[in-house]
């Protein structure tokens, strides 16, 4: 195997997903190994309630992944997702002297300003920046502009507090390194847009099991995120309030299920079988499906801001497990009267795998593929061995741990990123240490200071000029009795 490839581990509400690959000199990237644990346990709507056996299922995920590949894991990527996240506006501003010229630094100033805004309860993971208004001029980039006032405009994604600490608890139980945390939603929006999607506007609806997840994009800048707690599992638990287990409905579901029927296509006589005893109406069972599946799109496109619902004019694009109900394009156009529906069911990298689930193109590995094409650290360890220690703090072949890039600031760290826990406690106490370095440069410079205003006060005191003219009158008559 080689001793070069990149992990991500995507934390699903019915599937956590593990994929290795290899990153090819064309930017082809050949997927090595894949494996799933169901989470349905211990993993809600995205996000993890239960910590312990999270860290389990990471681990038999690693270990598995390790034994398919003969090599050992030495990092892995994350993706940040799940209910609870959500995207708000702030303004960051700030009046400058007369005719100021704008810098670097004053813009970094705005940005840390931005991230240092205080949500209860809701940690900032990420800061997309919409523009900057340089006095009444609005600029994507004012550095070296003249001006007297400028705004930073800043769409900060946010997450509960208890959400994102889980999370990072999980991986600290299991052991495991994290490379880098990415927001999910951005890394499967940059591998299944195309460019012109983004710069003429869009929205991308990833349609999972227990979420939906809402991005809408004007001129290439992220411009709102949203995770609605609504997904098909809903219409599936609708399904088996006919008296029927789950996993029949999610059968029925998948083979009898349609998006969207017109009423005349209807026939009021024919029914489906729920076992061989029971059958269901076909006009009740397509009221049940479609009913939820228009609150799920009434909810996805209530997500789209005013500003720019008749600005999509690169359309709506659907993935994930859901878009691939049958019709599911024209239930999207009839509610929200958008013609150009576009179903993304691959990322746009090319990819090679003799993985079946890989291959089989059905939106369903869209996610956790992005979450690997943003890869760039090597996570390829030593040889596997079955008998040894799988999650050894220093492994073989390990290259820019995350141990070198845990110190960068908020500012530092590209868009998407999500900083981990350790690595915001490594910045912080980095922080903390060179502001009091300042401090103590300050207070040293004011004793100095202090100083010399006290011995200039103490000279120019009528005691000390008295002295040195008494000095000076001795000196001249001894000189004058030599």
Not at 269 to 279: E, G, H, L, P
Not at 284 to 306: H, M, S, T, Y
Not at 343 to 351: D, E, G, L, N
Not at 424 to 435: D, F, I, N, P, V
């Given at each position: 195997?080689?001793?070069?490839?990149?992990?991500?581990?995507?934390?699903?509400?019915?599937?956590?997903?593990?994929?290795?690959?290899?990153?090819n000199?064309?930017?082809?990237i050949?997927?090595l190994?894949?494996?799933?644990?169901?989470?349905?346990?211990?993993?809600?709507?995205?996000?993890?309630?239960?910590?312990?056996k999270?860290?389990?299922?990471?681990?038999?995920?690693?270990s598995?992944?390790?034994?398919?590949?003969?090599?050992?894991?030495?990092?892995?990527?994350?993706?940040?997702?799940?209910?609870?996240?959500r995207?708000?506006h702030?303004?960051?501003?700030?009046?400058?002297?007369?005719?100021?010229?704008?810098?670097?630094?004053?813009?970094?100033?705005?940005?840390?300003?931005?991230?240092?805004?205080?949500?209860?309860d809701?940690?900032?993971?990420?800061?997309?920046?919409?523009?900057?208004?340089?006095?009444?001029?609005?600029?994507?980039d004012?550095?070296?502009?003249?001006?007297?006032?400028?705004?930073?405009?800043?769409?900060?994604?946010?997450?509960?507090k208890?959400?994102?600490?889980?999370l990072?608890?999980c991986?600290?139980?299991?052991?495991?390194?994290?490379?880098?945390?990415?927001?999910?939603?951005?890394?499967?929006?940059?591998?299944?847009?195309?460019e012109?999607?983004?710069?003429?506007?869009?929205?991308?609806?990833?349609?999972?099991?227990?979420?939906?997840?809402?991005c809408?994009?004007?001129?290439n800048?992220?411009?709102?995120?949203?995770?609605?707690?609504l997904g098909?599992?809903?219409i599936?638990?609708?399904?088996?309030?006919?008296?029927?287990?789950?996993?029949?409905?999610e059968?029925?579901?998948?083979?009898?299920?349609?998006?969207?029927?017109?009423?005349?296509?209807?026939?009021?006589?024919?029914k489906?079988?729920?076992?061989q005893?029971?059958?269901?109406?076909?006009?009740?069972f397509?009221?049940?499906?479609e009913?939820?599946?228009?609150?799920?799109?009434?909810?996805?496109?209530?997500?789209?801001?005013?500003?720019?619902?008749?600005?999509?004019?690169?359309?709506?694009?659907?993935?994930?497990?859901?878009?691939?109900?049958?019709?599911?394009e024209?239930a999207?156009?009839?509610?929200t009267?958008?013609?150009?529906?576009?179903?993304?069911?691959?990322?746009?990298?090319?990819?090679?795998?003799?993985?079946?689930?890989?291959?089989?193109?059905?939106?369903?590995?869209?996610?956790?593929?992005?979450?690997?094409?943003?890869?760039?650290?090597?996570?390829?360890?030593?040889?596997?061995?079955?008998?040894?220690?799988?999650?050894?703090?220093?492994?073989?072949?390990?290259?820019?741990?995350?141990?070198?890039?845990?110190?960068?600031?908020?500012?530092?760290?590209?868009?998407g990123?999500?900083?981990?826990?350790?690595?915001?406690?490594?910045?912080?106490?980095?922080?903390?240490?060179?502001?009091?370095?300042?401090?103590?440069?300050?207070r040293?410079?004011?004793?100095?200071?202090?100083?010399?205003?006290?011995?200039?006060?103490?000279?120019?005191?009528?005691?000390?000029?008295?002295?040195?003219?008494l000095?000076?009158?001795?000196?001249k008559?001894?000189?004058?009795?030599?």
């Amino acid at each position: 195997m080689p001793k070069e490839f990149i992990v991500a581990i995507e934390l699903g509400s019915s599937k956590m997903t593990g994929i290795a690959g290899k990153k090819n000199l064309d930017g082809s990237i050949q997927v090595l190994a894949c494996v799933k644990e169901d989470s349905s346990s211990f993993i809600r709507k995205g996000v993890v309630y239960n910590i312990d056996k999270t860290a389990q299922s990471l681990t038999n995920i690693v270990s598995r992944l390790e034994k398919q590949l003969k090599t050992t894991i030495t990092q892995v990527y994350v993706g940040v997702a799940g209910q609870s996240i959500r995207s708000i506006h702030n303004v960051i501003a700030k009046d400058v002297p007369s005719d100021s010229v704008v810098t670097q630094d004053m813009v970094i100033e705005l940005m840390d300003a931005n991230r240092n805004v205080n949500y209860p309860d809701q940690e900032i993971l990420d800061a997309a920046v919409q523009e900057y208004k340089v006095d009444a001029q609005y600029q994507l980039d004012p550095v070296g502009i003249q001006c007297t006032h400028i705004e930073g405009n800043f769409l900060n994604i946010l997450q509960r507090k208890t959400f994102y600490k889980n999370l990072n608890k999980c991986f600290e139980n299991a052991e495991i390194s994290v490379a880098e945390m990415y927001l999910a939603p951005l890394a499967l929006a940059d591998s299944v847009l195309t460019e012109t999607e983004r710069r003429s506007g869009c929205a991308l609806v990833d349609l999972g099991a227990e979420t939906t997840t809402v991005c809408v994009y004007f001129k290439n800048i992220l411009r709102h995120l949203a995770v609605i707690p609504l997904g098909f599992n809903n219409i599936v638990k609708d399904i088996a309030s006919l008296q029927m287990e789950e996993r029949v409905a999610e059968h029925m579901m998948i083979k009898y299920g349609s998006a969207y029927t017109e009423n005349n296509e209807i026939d009021n006589n024919m029914k489906y079988s729920i076992d061989q005893d029971r059958q269901v109406e076909a006009r009740k069972f397509i009221e049940i499906i479609e009913g939820r599946l228009e609150e799920i799109i009434a909810n996805v496109w209530c997500q789209v801001p005013e500003d720019y619902c008749d600005k999509l004019l690169g359309g709506i694009i659907l993935t994930g497990g859901g878009s691939n109900m049958k019709d599911i394009e024209k239930a999207f156009q009839n509610y929200t009267h958008i013609d150009k529906i576009r179903i993304a069911k691959f990322v746009t990298q090319t990819i090679t795998s003799q993985i079946s689930e890989v291959t089989a193109r059905d939106g369903r590995m869209n996610t956790v593929l992005g979450l690997l094409a943003k890869g760039d650290i090597n996570c390829a360890g030593g040889e596997y061995d079955p008998n040894g220690d799988l999650f050894a703090a220093q492994r073989p072949g390990t290259i820019d741990t995350p141990e070198q890039r845990r110190a960068r600031t908020a500012t530092e760290t590209p868009a998407g990123v999500v900083r981990t826990a350790e690595e915001k406690r490594l910045a912080e106490e980095e922080a903390r240490l060179k502001k009091e370095e300042e401090e103590r440069l300050a207070r040293e410079e004011a004793e100095r200071k202090a100083r010399e205003e006290a011995e200039e006060r103490r000279r120019n005191s009528p005691l000390s000029k008295f002295g040195r003219w008494l000095k000076s009158a001795a000196t001249k008559i001894v000189e004058e009795e030599e």
